[in-house]
């Protein structure tokens, strides 16, 4: 159904997201490309989930430059979990990219909803999981210095969880250049010259072999 093409909602019926949409009382917003829908800080009061464009979600660092954290994208939701902390605000800003729209909950309706229907709650656990293992190898990823020590340290973890030398991806390539912290043509030309290298050969999209000592050497470099 428009409007309603969310992970949150995987697994009901069309009858079961017929009555979400019309049960419930939504509150639905357009913005224009670059308008700043919410500030870090603000409080949050309901779930907020994109239905069409992109949000870019970004904070201030050091020197007050605005760094981007993650674009979200139509399908998910924001800062799902933090609407249910002791301290409900924003922990990041919100912008358009390009024009948005988005729909929003009231919390006690959120919670509402939640009960009645435990595959959505699943669901709302499983994004909120997922979210916090991307922040965290995020986190993980800010101690290395090149793209190429990047990609190698995320590439040993795969192989480490898959127990393969074949390892598929959890992320997009889109995901991936904003858990490095770059650009999309730069990671695919990083990748591109691994895959020259035969340090990594794509197999299909999304998986990789790769030559592990090869990655742990790279690693290893000054």
């Known amino acids: 159904m428009d409007g309603m093409q969310h992970g949150l909602w995987e697994g009901l019926s069309e009858d079961e997201l017929r ?3 019309t049960t419930y009382p939504w509150t639905v917003r357009r913005y224009a490309d670059g308008t700043v829908l919410a ?4 409080p949050l ?3 907020i989930m994109i239905d069409h464009g992109s949000l870019s979600a970004e904070f201030p660092d050091p020197q007050g430059r605005l760094m981007k954290v993650e674009t ?9 979990p933090v609407l249910f902390s002791g301290e409900a605000t924003l922990p990041v800003q919100l912008v358009a990219e390009g024009d948005v729209v988005v729909r929003s909950l009231a919390r006690n309706q959120v919670l509402q909803l939640l009960v009645r229907y435990p595959c959505v709650l699943e669901n709302f656990l499983r994004e909120a999981g997922d979210k916090i293992n991307f922040l965290a190898e995020k986190l993980r990823m800010a101690k290395f210095h090149s793209l190429s020590q990047k990609i190698a340290a995320h590439f040993l973890r795969l192989h480490t969880e898959q127990r393969s030398s074949e390892i598929r991806l959890g992320y997009t390539i889109r995901q991936l250049a904003e858990l490095f912290g770059v650009e999309r043509p730069s990671l695919s030309r990083s990748l591109a010259q691994l895959e020259t290298e035969l340090i990594v050969c794509r197999l299909d999209r999304g998986c990789y072999r790769i030559d592990v000592a090869r990655l742990r050497s790279l690693l290893e470099s000054p």
């Open 19 to 21: 009555s979400i949409q």
């Open 39 to 42: 500030l870090m800080g603000d």
């Open 45 to 47: 009061e309901s779930l």
């Open 72 to 80: 979200l994208q139509a399908g998910e939701m924001v800062a799902g």
